[in-house]
T-cell receptor, first 109, second 114 residues
Framework: GQNIDQPTEMTATEGAIVQINCTYQTSGFNGLFWYQQHAGEAPTFLSY??LDGLEEKGRFSSFLSRSKGYSYLLLKELQMKDSASYLC??????????WGAGTKLIIKP | SQTIHQWPATLVQPVGSPLSLECTVEGTSNPNLYWYRQAAGRGLQLLFY??????ISSEVPQNLSASRPQDRQFILSSKKLLLSDSGFYLC?????????????FGEGSRLTVL
């Protein structure tokens, strides 16, 4: 079966750095997405990785290791508005998106 | 620019009543369209997707159905709602010429079946 694992919940302090991990076992791999979803709202795109390495975009960075079936989302200089759920999704060999359950990130002052 | 809208935003329905959620996309042609359901603490579950008018693929057998009467219109329906149909429903679109394209989501519809 196909599986995406990410922690259910994480807590961090405003101004700090947090890393949200995602591991996957899927039938093939054609890329990995990270989405941000505030409570009661629709997910919004954060990043897309298809090759190994780190992609940096402002305060957010995403890393991929295809050989390890592993990705992480790194959030720097945390702000209260970063409190949200972060969804990891993998594109499988049929170009279907397989979604993780999401990681709820709580930011404390 | 492209936009996507779905409605209603919130719906409270009794068990056994019908359902109709609508979604429209503007600013692009022949998009791929999707209906997802999100239960609390769980990942997004793909319900239906469509690559063109009248072309609907169902991912999960259930009492829901979808239709695409126009290129940029996607409708999620049910003849008789079940309690288990409660959840957060999301419509989404992607470019049809990009295999690994980003999904753009509508605002979501919160359905509570009582």
């Amino acid at each position: 079966g196909q599986n995406i694992d990410q922690p259910t919940e994480m807590t961090a302090t405003e101004g700090a750095i947090v890393q949200i991990n995602c591991t996957y076992q899927t039938s093939g791999f054609n890329g990995l997405f990270w989405y941000q979803q505030h409570a009661g709202e629709a997910p919004t795109f954060l990043s897309y990785n298809v090759l190994d390495g780190l992609e940096e975009k402002g305060r957010f960075s995403s890393f991929l290791s295809r050989s390890k079936g592993y990705s992480y989302l790194l959030l720097k200089e945390l702000q209260m508005k970063d409190s949200a759920s972060y969804l990891c999704a993998v594109v499988d060999s049929n170009y279907q998106l397989i979604w993780g359950a999401g990681t709820k990130l709580i930011i404390k002052p | 620019s492209q936009t996507i809208h779905q409605w209603p935003a919130t719906l409270v329905q009794p068990v056994g009543s019908p359902l109709s959620l609508e979604c429209t996309v503007e600013g692009t042609s022949n998009p791929n369209l999707y209906w997802y359901r999100q239960a609390a603490g769980r990942g997004l579950q793909l319900l239906f997707y469509s690559v063109g008018i009248g072309q609907i693929s169902s991912e999960v057998p259930q009492n829901l159905s979808a239709s695409r009467p126009q290129d940029r219109q996607f409708i999620l329906s049910s003849k008789k709602l079940l309690l288990s149909d409660s959840g957060f429903y999301l419509c989404a679109w992607s470019f049809n010429n990009r295999d690994t394209g980003e999904l753009f989501f509508g605002e979501g519809s919160r359905l509570t079946v009582l």
